[in-house]
């Protein structure tokens, strides 16, 4: 157990994970409440030092800016919903800095994006990454040397990530577990009512389990996530899977209650919404990427399964992108305009 304390330096990014943040912070919290000791220290720190918008609405205030200071053995950033809009130099440069004297440097949630920037991760030596399951695809079009795993987190010497949510925390108690030991570890962990989950724990719950490894309807689900740009037909489906059609469609129906080209559309339709989140593509790129004929048919099968078009959607996700770019100023704008309540009613403007 090392004598001094271990300096964590939590990076915010717009649109972050709040729910994130809270279990990093509070895990080492509890580990200096519980070991009567100052184990850990850590800051929050912003790139400009300005408070940060979380994905949630709330604004979190910042420690301090990415201006280097003394060394901190681990560095996590947190990113969220805009992990493509985000990666200014002076972010990648604190990145690379960080790293080059020896901190652990992780990503949280789509961290895995800034990190890759910069050289960090997925790279020919080192491919393999953890990130949110729903930015996998956008992860795979700006970095193809990658391998995102389907774990919860992964925990390497000096790199390390987690899928956000729950899983923030499943890292952190590795990471208490290196620095003050695996008993603290558990206690902290006890003290959240939470049980540890190994790092190859799936993300995703929402298929049935099957006792043998590589279950039909995972390998199904998987071949139609590798095929978006040009879809596979049924008989294409059974022939790669080397599974007659009429198992496919039992196992789509039993699975999910629909047929296997539904389910195909369903996947399509998800990865599309992603890229529309998380990347600057036009809607034809898009529609082209996820294996639509013409935007028309995208933009009406879009908007059948989600209820808004694709512009629409993306519209939104924009306004919520350009409220990160000076947002005091935003909010500053929003007061001075928002009407006065009336003292008498208060649902009616005051009278000048």
Known sequence: MPDSKARFAFVLQPEFPLTALILATDSLRIANQNSGRDLFEWQVLSEDGAEVHASNGMWFAADGDLTPSRPVDVCLLFQGNLPTQNLSRRLLGYLRTVARFGA??????????????????????????????????????????????????????????????????????????????????????????????????????????????????????????????????????????????????????????????RLYQRIRLQAARNFLFYEDLSIKEIATACGFSAPAAFARTFKIQFGVSPSAFRAEVRQRQRLTEHPEIHRIIGRSTRPERSVSTGDTPAQP
């Not at 789509?110 to 930015?135: D, K, N």
Request: glycine content about 6%; some cysteine.
């Open 104 to 261: 652990i440097v992780g990503g949280v949630d789509t961290g895995a994006y800034a990190l890759a920037q910069a050289g960090l991760v997925a790279t020919e030596a080192a491919p393999e990454v953890v990130l949110h399951w729903e930015a996998v695809p956008t992860f795979r079009e700006w970095f193809p040397e990658a391998q995102p795993l389907n774990g919860i987190y992964m925990s390497g010497d000096k790199r390390v990530h987690c899928a956000g949510g729950v899983a923030t925390l499943d890292l952190m108690l590795d990471l208490i577990a290196r620095f003050a030991g695996e008993a603290m570890a558990s206690e902290v962990a006890n003290a959240m009512v939470h049980s540890r989950r190994p790092p190859d724990t799936q993300q995703r719950f929402d298929q049935p389990v099957d006792s043998q490894a590589g279950s039909l309807v995972s390998r199904l689900t998987k071949t139609m996530e590798q095929n978006l740009d040009f879809p596979l037909s049924l008989d294409e489906l059974a022939q790669a899977l080397d599974t007659p059609k009429r198992t496919l469609a039992r196992a789509s129906e039993t699975a999910f209650g629909i047929s296997p080209m």
